[in-house]
């Protein structure tokens, strides 16, 4: 959900998905990066998206591939 509490979790989601299923494939500097982009990303979102008082979704999801990580996130607030 769209709250402050849950922005905490995204780093850990992210550091646990790479550690997990690609610890092998990305360096330690490159997980921070991702974790950092995916953060920012989410913290817009909770900024922009959703009216200051209002709580809505955001769906992400994480996908290991051979030569790839993709990171989808998904909102259904208003458009920024």
């Known amino acids: ?7 905490s979790g995204v ?3 992210i550091e646990s998905f790479c ?3 690609c610890a092998e494939k ?4 490159s997980r921070f990066h991702l974790e950092l982009a995916v953060h920012e990303v989410v913290a817009n979102v909770m900024q ?3 009216p200051p008082d209002a709580k809505g979704p955001i769906l ?3 996908f290991a591939f051979e030569s ?4 989808r996130i998904t ?3 208003r458009p920024y």
């Open 1 to 7: 959900l769209c709250n402050p509490d849950a922005l």
């Open 11 to 13: 780093r850990q989601f």
């Open 19 to 21: 550690l997990h299923y």
């Open 26 to 29: 990305i360096s330690e500097q």
């Open 48 to 50: 922009h998206a959703y």
């Open 60 to 62: 992400l999801e994480a």
């Open 68 to 71: 790839e990580i993709r990171i």
């Open 75 to 77: 909102d259904y607030g």
